[in-house]
Structures are given as structure tokens and as C-alpha cells.
């Protein structure tokens, strides 16, 4: 089975910075897309980042676009997300997570075209 495990949350203080990591039990890794979503409480699970399988492209929501930055080594199996001007609505469950198909040209933020995901890491951001 594929596992994928994330780290690096914590605690922030607003306008803090945080970095998550996410490894992936795979030979293939670099033939996937990479994504993280986040979910708070009473919400559904949205859409955060995207790193295209090819590098190519990389995908940003739009509440985090300009304070979060995607990233990846492909040679540690590993996805980065850094977080910088945390404000207190990206408190969240990320959860990191992998396209369900190799080498897709297409990329999405629609969280269905994600099949393998891994149990998430708490970031909270206090005023």
C-alpha cells in the first residue's frame, strides 16, 4: 500500500511561519502529482497546493496564494509545504495526498482526482 506521512506542524503565532513534509512510501514518486488540502472543524476539506507531477506547474488557492509555496524532492520521495504569514483561519488538519493516476498531463484541485492521502498534521495559529 502507499502511505504517505506528514510532519512539521505545530504551534504559530500570527505572521509566523511553519514547514510541513509529507514522505512517500513509493518507487515511483515522480511520476505523480502532488497536492495538500486542509480541513478545520464543521468545514469540508479544501484545496491548498498543487505540484504538478512534471514540474511544470504549481497550484495555489487563493486564500494562500502569495504566503504559501509547494515544493518538491523527488530524490526523498518528499513534498514541502512553506507556510509564511500564517494568519489565524489557516489553523487546520493538511493533509497531504497523491494523484490517483501516473504521469497525468492535467492537473486539478478537486479533491477526487486524489486516492492515496496520509492522516494529516495539526497546524494552529494563535493571534
Known amino acids: 500500500q502507499v502511505q504517505l506521512v506528514e510532519s512539521g506542524g505545530g504551534l504559530a503565532q500570527a505572521g509566523g511561519s511553519l514547514r510541513l513534509s509529507c514522505v512517500a512510501s513509493?518507487?515511483?514518486?515522480?511520476?505523480?502529482?502532488m497536492a495538500w488540502f486542509r480541513q478545520a472543524p464543521g468545514k469540508e476539506r479544501e484545496f491548498v497546493a498543487a505540484f504538478r507531477w512534471d514540474g511544470r506547474l504549481r497550484k495555489y488557492a487563493d486564500a494562500v496564494k502569495g504566503r504559501f509555496t509547494i515544493d518538491r524532492d523527488n530524490a526523498k520521495n518528499t513534498v514541502y509545504l512553506q507556510m509564511d504569514e500564517l494568519k489565524p483561519e489557516d489553523t487546520a488538519i493538511y493533509y497531504c495526498?497523491?494523484?490517483?493516476?501516473?504521469?497525468?498531463?492535467?492537473?486539478?484541485?478537486?479533491?477526487?482526482?486524489?486516492?492515496?492521502w496520509g492522516q494529516g498534521t495539526q497546524v494552529t495559529v494563535s493571534s
Open positions: 513509493v518507487r515511483t514518486f515522480s511520476d505523480y502529482t
Open positions: 495526498a497523491m494523484d490517483s493516476i501516473r504521469e497525468r498531463t492535467l492537473s486539478s484541485s478537486d479533491k477526487a482526482q486524489y486516492a492515496n
